[in-house]
């Protein structure tokens, strides 16, 4: 039987706007309002405002919620500040990525657990059942928040007319609890779009209050509405890994390139410990498939699945593919092997249907913004 995807508290707001809507993750959600492109610039030169509540919101409380986050995920949660947030990731036992996460300490024995939306289930589930054992409590919150984000560098100015929060006392990957437009929220210094932004936790039952006086602060600073589409091709820009492509469960943090999350140095046990010191072991000694950026030297659009090739031979695959507005040619992220991974290869295509596009193998990210 197929269930009807679910509506945020903004569904009504997007569609009065025109949006494109989609299914996405189970949700109903904004692909596009207008232009794909002219929402992408808006956000590199501008700002623009996203309605992101499909994300799944866990939140972990007691006093032991530390060691359980410890035990449960591969980063050293512990050592998060009060009012802080870390990027992590939950690992199944073998080592495969279940998902990655931002986690936010909200409290001395209080955390937020931010799941992409496909895996907000899952992560639950796997949550719950490693809590067994510990004084700390999962609670599923994913109806009790909406999440809108303005992202670029009119963000902050934006943000400022609505707010008397600190906004320049606030750090990357920091959150506070403040009031926006009225409205009782927690701003998180965070986004997916490689530029400056802001992440606003409130109640669904303010949602539309909230988006329409973010529309009104940023009218005269070119905030525009912005869709999941857009959001796609700024976070490839930025070199970000998104859950289904650059992560999976057939791949560790280490052949994801992000052995770094993993803190082998944490007191105690935590789950998939065994097989990620295995894991970072081969990393050494046999270096995996490395993620490289592809930029292309023709106009064809590389897709995920596609393989990457070099001297007739399969070397690797992409995993997420588009037209770059920025950069104004296609680019790619892809595993490659690690002898044609260095910046600067010759001789790598892409294999797109049939025909061999040369691409050139370049750092990740395509794009930084200037601070």
């Known amino acids: 039987m197929s269930t009807a995807p679910r509506l945020t508290a903004l569904d009504a707001l997007h569609r009065s706007l025109g949006a494109t809507m989609t299914d996405f993750a189970g949700w109903d959600m904004p692909l596009r309002y207008a232009s794909e492109r002219d929402e992408h610039?808006?956000?590199?030169?501008?700002?623009?405002l996203f309605d992101l509540s499909h994300m799944g919101e866990i939140t972990v409380t007691g006093p032991g919620a530390a060691a359980f986050l410890n035990f449960a995920?591969?980063?050293?949660?512990?050592?998060v500040a009060v009012g802080r947030a870390r990027y992590t990731m939950i690992c199944a036992e073998d080592g495969g990525i279940l998902d990655d996460l931002i986690v936010y300490r909200l409290g001395e024995t209080e955390y937020?657990?931010?799941?992409?939306?496909?895996?907000?289930q899952i992560v639950l589930d796997a949550l719950t059942a490693r809590a067994e054992g510990f004084d700390a409590e999962v609670r599923d919150d994913r109806d009790a928040y909406a999440l809108l984000a303005v992202q670029g560098p009119e963000s902050p100015a934006i943000l400022a007319a609505v707010t008397d929060a600190d906004l320049d006392g606030l750090k990357y990957y920091a959150g506070l609890p403040g009031t926006v437009?009225?409205?009782?929220?927690?701003?998180a210094r965070t986004g997916y779009t490689g530029?400056?932004?802001?992440?606003?936790?409130?109640?669904?039952?303010h949602a539309e209050q909230l988006w329409k006086a973010l529309t009104e602060a940023g009218a005269s600073r070119g905030l525009i509405p912005c869709g999941l589409s857009c959001r796609d091709t700024l976070r490839l820009e930025a070199g970000m890994p998104l859950y289904g492509h650059e992560l999976t469960?057939?791949?560790?943090?280490?052949?994801?390139?992000?052995?770094?999350?993993?803190?082998?140095?944490?007191?105690?046990?935590?789950v998939g410990r065994k097989a990620l010191e295995a894991a970072a072991g081969r990393a050494e000694t046999a270096p995996p498939r490395k993620l490289v950026g592809l930029v292309a030297e023709g106009r064809r659009v590389p897709r995920a699945g596609f393989p990457v090739v070099a001297a007739g031979e399969v070397i690797g695959e992409v995993?997420?593919?588009?037209?770059?507005?920025?950069?104004?040619?296609?680019i790619a992220m892809a595993y490659v092997d690690a002898a044609h991974a260095t910046p600067g290869t010759e001789g790598v295509?892409?294999?797109?249907?049939?025909?061999?596009?040369?691409?050139?193998?370049?750092?990740?990210p395509f794009y930084k913004r200037q601070k």
């Open 319 to 330: 995993t997420s593919g588009a037209p770059s507005p920025t950069l104004g040619r296609p």
């Open 112 to 120: 937020m657990v931010v799941a992409n939306a496909g895996n907000a």
């Open 349 to 364: 295509g892409v294999d797109i249907r049939g025909s061999h596009e040369p691409y050139e193998v370049v750092a990740l």
């Open 73 to 79: 995920l591969v980063g050293n949660i512990g050592t």
């Open 41 to 48: 610039n808006a956000v590199r030169t501008r700002a623009g």
């Open 249 to 270: 469960t057939a791949l560790t943090p280490f052949d994801a390139g992000l052995g770094r999350v993993v803190k082998f140095e944490k007191e105690g046990d935590f």
């Open 195 to 205: 530029e400056d932004g802001f992440e606003l936790f409130v109640a669904p039952v």
């Open 181 to 187: 437009a009225g409205v009782p929220a927690l701003i």
